[in-house]
């Protein structure tokens, strides 16, 4: 019996950037799989929130909606960010947004979501995006974009 292949950067301290660009050019669902990211997991992937962030979230979603004028397509995805960050996590949430996004539906909001939300979420580990920032050194790097990360805003299954 043959021992299980891990992930090319599993070896490695940091996946080099030919890893990276090998990624780019795989198909979305493959990635996944080359990440090592289990189809299904042992745990759930869904946040089960207390009913005092129930209430918070409803407060929070009341007051932005209220007080918004503007772009509603903008409040909208500050909404979804709102509503996702319990199951992914801040740290998710800036791979996907740079920090200028999360400053700005923050001010939508009336929140920070590094105190909202913890840093990872029962669903982070379905993100390519920060799969790959958590094996670098430095997060911030990648979530400011210095790194380019393929793939960086799916997700699976």
Do not use: C
Not at 20 to 28: I, R
Not at 61 to 88: C, N, P, V, W, Y
């Amino acid at each position: 019996m043959s021992p299980t292949k891990k992930p090319e950067f599993a070896e490695v301290s940091e996946p080099s950037p030919s890893y990276l660009a090998k990624l780019g050019k795989l198909a979305s669902e493959a990635v996944g799989n080359a990440l090592g990211i289990p189809l299904k997991p042992s745990e759930e992937k869904i946040h089960k929130l207390t009913a005092e962030e129930q209430e918070q979230l409803r407060r929070i979603e009341e007051e932005a909606i209220s007080k918004f004028s503007g772009d509603l397509t903008q409040l909208e995805a500050a909404l979804g960010m709102l509503r996702i960050g319990h199951h992914f996590g801040w740290k998710v949430l800036y791979i996907l947004h740079s920090k200028q996004t999360i400053r700005k539906y923050e001010g939508y909001l009336g929140i920070q979501v590094r105190d909202i939300f913890k840093p990872e979420g029962p669903s982070s580990y379905r993100s390519y995006g920060y799969t790959l920032a958590s094996k670098f050194r430095n997060f911030w790097k990648v979530a400011g974009g210095e790194i380019k990360i393929p793939h960086r805003q799916s997700a699976t299954e």
